[in-house]
């Protein structure tokens, strides 16, 4: 169909108005058009709520491509195709004349004021913020005025010159930093607000004289607006009093679109008993034939094609799936009469009449294609990753000298006479700590495992102390462990495999979703490894339906190319029979036989399975800690496949660590690794990390419901009638009972099954297995279904009350569905948000508003990489995490690796220090008088001041306070001096650092700084120091150098008087150094 409306739209000079069935389907027509046409003449007009009358339903991304449409309606006469549903037909709209009027247009270089944009703003309804987020908000800094206007993707930054415009500005909310210039921009009102409209029309009234509106089911829509119709006057009447406008005023009617249409040239695809139009398309287009993967099948039909007369096209998704599509065909076949584009279609079709015949890649691979639509902007209400880091009053914090304290926010000191800013930490007993902005890094937000409250240590105390030398001693002692045996491993010498055959090139091809770019390297990475004689001893993280066992297949099928058998090692049955029915799968169509032991296989199976194993009959072996016993003998076991290694007992891993000597080893973790973790480890550890979701999911349909027994029922039976199977989580195993009688008596056809904790372990693997198996429709369970279980086949899942649980538990227990190329459902039941406690509704708001795998999920990741530290560290580390922080954790397991690199492993890390410059001091600590911060005035808002400090004392390298720098001047203006002293001082700390000075006095026009107080350190015999002795002597007006006697013995000085500015002593310390 949206090849023949393009051919129409090329040859006609006319808008259309292209009416599909629902939002899904007329968002993947939409992807079409724009494939086969320039973007700039598709848009999109959707719905603007979920349901009428209903608070916060409406979606701001979707009011925004609304007014955008609307807009350029009413300002280009240029042709374009508009795509819409029902539901948005439904909405009436506001005039264009009105929109016209109501618009304020802003040109570089006008005399406007300020005033009078902010007066204006809030005339159009525009809230007045600290930050902007989202359309219809704006905030004033200084000479800047920031605006998110209603038909524009990104909001505006206006900065002002007096009362003139100087520039204008695009700029992205999430960093809040400028994108691209502007010479005009247009301030639009919010459109879906009545009240800036004497009267409303259908959109239809909108569209230029001479339109044509096409509908594929003209019936369906009809029907949808009646439906729409009867469901908001209801909504209407029970809430009269509070609603100003009836539903007349606000949509269409059934009965009014149809005398729109009677006016209106129209087109029907498909007959209506409604209404009789003027032209009809008769499409003469067939579906493209099955292909199920049957490259052979494909072949067929390609040829059948050529011999009459009929051109094949494949469209392609991206390049990389053309490229492997040709050499998948060169291998079959020389002569194949076809042509690739890259062209992601939704459906490939046959039009016999043209004489061409299209398919698509994703078709031929009965893989999932998704449409691809503007992202949403934020929302309120809901966590981000910011404000899960961000620091309030009250908070617990730990100081790495210190210990954990109370956060008491930024407070103003007076040192020496001069006003700094400083944080306020409380201790045990009342003890007050004012810490200089400089020393931010020494103190982090306190993360503990699952909400864990710590205790308060107090100033001065010795526990800190010996709490922070047991951790450190622990941690060294197991990454002294891991990097012993990676050195170890370096020097052993195991199979080389060889480069990939055709036969990989097809495996790889046929997987059912898109590659994401961390799960290609990650194959790429361990692909690699297998290629080297060094054998390989990879870890492979990322989160539940991230693409890690895709990974472990392809390993496996490269060891069994290569007539190499592979161990695949689970921590349970369930596993073992899950990971046997996805290898199988994937691997079906090749010449590889794939078995599996677990305590289900009868004794005769077992025999058989042992005795062909030992044969090197069995080319993939899938089993639980079985498979370590020394009954089980491989003929020639090539790569072993761990899943989950920490779920195991110590006994199964000193056993693996046997098997490990000489053969690949490829481990798959599904809690994510923290990116300090990973830089730290990748010392003592090949890492691979998958971070990315996969692109081509679809998103889970999230909605947040009160318990209803109709809305269960309804849900449940639609799963049902398309042949699928639910979940059901209820985490109270007392009446987990009267939870099955009641789904039994709503649905009494369906199969119920329980699975729970406290059940015995036969008992409860039947259950789950037999859910598997399809034996049941619904499994009512606790969280154990949290971890492991894959039924592609189960799409829908209720989560009873689930504002009992954290973000990372609703994350992976909705994580269960939307496994398939099916769209998934998830319920998750609630009490009335009114009686829950804000960081409940905040947690449900967030999760069910991040659908897809993805933006929201890195909140839910914060917790699990906590647990992952653990189970990556052993579980005793999950204690000290949850005594010191996990921040500090990651600081004190930082140093420990640091440590171990410069003394015990030296050698092994020679090439890695050769490229780093040499800073000889850890920490520079700076005391001055000079007045160093953020004014008031320049950032008024306290907590933002807050972040920006944290943020610069995070900062490493000259190249990224430069950009600091400049993401402050474009936020806020040109940085005043107090500002810039204090990024001196970040640059004052570095040098130090390479100079050897441990501490820096900054007062009365006089810099004293203290050099190294070890005198065995190899500074003292480095080139730097001889720099600074013969700069000292070639300059000694400028520079002395002193001794002076302390509590720890003599210490080594350097003067310099005359110091008025820190910008001046970096510029005297650099001009020593570079003698």
């Not at 350029?72 to 539901?87: A, R």
């Not at 406008?245 to 040239?265: I, T």
């Not at 599996?596 to 199976?605: A, I, M, P």
Request: aromatic letters at 10%; charged letters at 30%.
């Amino acid at each position: 169909m949206s090849f023949k409306l393009v051919s129409a739209f090329k040859n006609l000079n006319r808008t259309f108005l292209v009416v599909l069935d629902n939002a899904e389907q007329a968002a993947y027509h939409l992807n079409d058009f724009e494939q086969m046409l320039s973007k700039k003449e598709v848009l999109f007009f959707p719905a603007s709520f979920r349901e009428a009358y209903i608070p916060g339903s409406t979606d701001n991304a979707n009011v925004l491509l609304r007014s955008e449409v609307l807009k350029k309606l009413s300002i280009s006469k240029k042709k374009k195709i508009i795509v819409t549903y029902p539901q948005a037909l439904f909405e009436k709209v506001i005039s264009p004349h009105t929109l016209k009027r109501k618009t304020l247009a802003i040109k570089k270089g006008d005399v406007l004021g300020l005033d009078f944009v902010n007066e204006t703003l809030f005339e159009y309804g525009f809230d007045r913020v600290n930050f902007v987020t989202q359309p219809g908000e704006f905030s004033v800094r200084g000479g800047i005025i920031d605006v998110f206007s209603f038909a524009h993707q990104h909001p505006f930054r206006i900065e002002f010159f007096d009362d003139e415009i100087e520039s204008l500005r695009s700029f992205d909310v999430n960093t809040q930093l400028s994108i691209s210039p502007m010479d005009r921009i247009d301030l639009l009102p919010n459109t879906s607000e009545v009240s800036f409209s004497e009267k409303r029309n259908s959109l239809i009234d909108s569209l230029p004289r001479n339109s044509t509106v096409v509908f594929n089911q003209l019936d369906h829509c009809l029907d949808c607006i009646d439906k729409f119709g009867v469901k908001a006057s209801k909504k209407f009447e029970s809430l009269k009093t509070t609603v100003q406008y009836p539903p007349k005023v606000l949509f269409m009617s059934a009965q009014e679109l149809l005398e729109r249409l009677q006016k209106q040239s129209t087109v029907l695809i498909n007959n209506s008993d409604r209404f009789k139009p003027r032209v009809r398309i008769n499409a003469k287009q067939s579906p493209q034939p099955p292909i199920n993967k049957q490259f052979d099948r494909l072949v067929r039909i390609l040829n059948d094609n050529q011999a009459s007369g009929i051109e094949n096209y494949i469209f392609c998704s991206n390049d990389a799936q053309r490229k492997r599509f040709n050499e998948i065909l060169d291998e079959i076949e020389a002569q194949i009469y076809y042509k690739t584009q890259v062209c992601p279609l939704f459906e490939g079709f046959e039009d016999i009449e043209a004489g061409f015949s299209c398919f698509t890649d994703h078709q031929i691979f009965q893989r999932y294609h998704k449409f691809k639509l503007r992202s949403a902007t934020a929302k309120k209400d809901i966590l981000t990753l910011k404000e899960l880091t961000r620091l309030k009053i009250g908070d617990f914090v730990t100081h790495i000298d210190h210990g954990i304290g109370k956060f008491g926010g930024l407070q103003k000191i007076n040192v020496d006479g001069v006003i700094q800013e400083a944080i306020k930490l409380s201790y045990k007993g009342g003890d007050i700590l004012y810490l200089s902005i400089h020393s931010l890094y020494k103190i982090a937000k306190f993360n503990g495992k699952d909400g864990h409250v710590p205790k308060l240590n107090k100033l001065g105390s010795k526990s800190w102390k010996a709490l922070k030398q047991k951790t450190k001693s622990k941690v060294k002692a197991i990454a002294f462990d891991l990097i012993k045996l990676y050195a170890k491993r370096k020097e052993k010498i195991g199979h080389a495999f060889p480069p990939d055959s055709y036969l990989q090139s097809e495996l790889e091809a046929s997987f059912m979703f898109e590659d994401t770019p961390d799960q290609s390297k990650a194959t790429a990475e361990v692909k690699a490894d297998m290629e080297k004689e060094r054998p390989m001893d990879r870890l492979v993280c990322g989160d539940v339906g991230f693409g890690k066992t895709e990974v472990a297949i392809r390993a496996a099928f490269k060891a069994a190319d290569d007539s190499k058998q592979v161990a695949v090692l689970v921590p349970t049955t369930i596993l073992a029979y899950q990971h046997h029915k996805t290898f199988s799968n994937r691997l079906k169509e090749l010449p590889i036989k794939v078995e599996y032991l677990n305590r289900f296989r009868s004794t005769k199976d077992r025999k058989q399975i042992l005795e062909e194993l030992e044969e090197g009959k069995i080319d993939v072996l899938i089993g639980t800690h079985q498979l370590v016993n020394k009954t089980v003998k491989f003929k020639d076991l090539g790569l072993l496949i761990v899943d989950e290694e920490q779920k195991f007992g110590v006994a199964v891993k000193e056993k693996l660590r046997d098997l490990r000597t000489n053969v690949d080893v490829l481990t798959l973790s599904a809690t994510p690794i923290p990116r300090t973790l990973q830089f730290s480890l990748m010392a003592a550890r090949d890492l691979s990390v998958i971070a990315t979701p996969p692109p081509n999911r679809y998103p889970i349909e999230s909605e947040v419901v009160r318990f209803n027994e109709s809305l269960i029922r309804d849900a449940v039976q639609y799963e049902l009638q398309r042949g699928g199977q639910i979940y059901f989580i209820h985490n109270r195993v007392e009446n987990i009972q009267e939870v099955a009688g009641m789904l039994q008596r709503l649905i009494p056809e369906a199969r119920i099954a329980i699975g729970h904790g406290q059940m015995e372990g036969n008992r409860l693997e039947k259950a789950l297995i037999g859910f598997m198996e399809g034996q049941s429709d619904i499994l009512i369970a606790t969280t154990i279904v949290e971890n492991g279980l894959d039924v592609p086949n189960a799409n829908t899942i209720f989560i009873n009350n689930a504002n009992s649980f954290g973000l990372s538990d609703l994350h992976q227990m909705r994580g269960r569905v939307g496994r398939s190329n099916k769209k998934a459902f998830c319920y998750f039941i609630t009490p009335p948000m009114s009686t829950m406690a804000s960081d409940a509704q905040k947690r449900i708001n967030t999760i069910a508003q991040f659908s897809e795998l993805g933006a929201g999920i890195h909140i839910a990741m914060k917790d699990l990489e906590i647990r992952g530290a653990g189970d990556l560290l052993g579980g005793e580390q999950s204690g000290f995490i949850n005594e010191i922080g996990f921040e500090t954790y990651q600081k004190i397991l930082e140093e420990a690796i640091d440590e171990l690199k410069e003394n015990e492993f030296k050698t092994l890390f020679e090439d890695q220090d050769k490229s780093l410059e040499k800073n000889y001091v850890k920490e520079v600590q700076i005391d001055t008088d000079f007045e160093i911060l953020f004014p008031d005035d320049y950032i008024n808002v306290v907590n933002e001041r807050l972040v920006l400090y944290n943020e610069l004392s995070a900062i490493k390298d000259e190249e990224a306070l430069i950009q600091y720098q400049k993401n402050l001047e474009d936020r806020f203006g040109k940085i005043p001096s107090e500002g810039e002293e204090l990024l001196s001082t970040l640059r004052l700390k570095w040098l130090a650092s390479k100079m050897g000075l441990e501490r820096l006095i900054i007062k009365n026009k006089k810099c004293i700084g203290y050099f190294l107080s070890n005198q065995q350190s190899d500074f003292y015999q480095s080139p730097v120091f001889n720099k600074i002795l013969f700069g000292i002597q070639k300059d000694p007006k400028k520079y002395s150098m002193k001794e002076k006697e302390t509590r720890n013995g003599i210490r080594l000085l350097i003067v310099l008087d005359k110091v008025t500015t820190v910008k001046e002593l970096l510029a005297q310390l650099n001009n020593l150094i570079r003698n």
